[in-house]
């Protein structure tokens, strides 16, 4: 009997992943700009930490690696994408695939990265970051 629920979860579970993969909708620009203008989102993967960004009025945002170091940057929705460059890399936009879940967004880059999934979850506190060269 055990066997057997557990194979109907199973078949179940199967049968369910291509749905709720197919059923997430990718947010367009409005969308985004909705849920992120005026926050800050804590980025991970595989649930790790690894940076946070800051979104600001104009589509206008700041990344950290959680150094305490931010590169500032803009981003833009095209085909279906949202797309980011950074001081540091103007001209090698990235684009990603981001969709709404209940602890946050989920992110995708749309190129490349072998279907990695990443999660952003709103910060507690802004942004931290230090002064041009600070400490030197």
Same mark, same amino acid.
């Given at each position: 009997?055990?066997?057997?629920l557990?194979?109907?979860?199973?078949?179940?579970?199967?049968?369910?992943?291509?749905?709720?993969?197919?059923?997430?909708?990718?947010l367009d620009?409005?969308?985004?700009?909705?849920?992120?203008?005026?926050?800050?989102?804590?980025?991970?993967?595989?649930g790790t930490?690894?940076?946070?960004?800051?979104?600001l009025?104009?589509?206008? #945002?700041?990344w950290?690696?959680? &150094?305490?170091?931010?590169?500032?940057?803009? @981003?833009w =929705?095209? $085909? +279906?994408n949202?797309c980011f #460059?950074?001081?540091?890399r103007? &001209?090698?936009p990235?684009c990603?695939?981001? @969709?709404? =879940?209940? $602890? +946050?967004?989920?992110?995708?880059?749309?190129?490349?990265?072998?279907?990695?999934?990443?999660?952003?979850?709103?910060?507690? =506190?802004?942004?931290?970051?230090?002064g041009p060269?600070?400490?030197?």
């Open positions: 009997m055990l066997r057997s557990f194979h109907a979860l199973t078949l179940s579970s199967a049968l369910l992943a291509p749905l709720s993969a197919a059923a997430r909708q990718a620009g409005p969308g985004f700009d909705a849920l992120t203008r005026g926050r800050t989102y804590i980025y991970s993967q595989g930490d690894y940076g946070a960004e800051q979104y009025p104009g589509r206008r #945002v700041n950290s690696f959680l &150094d305490g170091r931010c590169l500032a940057g803009k @981003w =929705e095209e $085909a +279906g949202i #460059v950074y001081e540091d103007p &001209d090698e990235l990603w695939e981001f @969709w709404q =879940e209940s $602890a +946050g967004l989920m992110a995708r880059l749309a190129e490349g990265d072998e279907g990695i999934t990443y999660s952003a979850r709103p910060a507690a =506190e802004a942004l931290y970051c230090m060269d600070a400490g030197v």
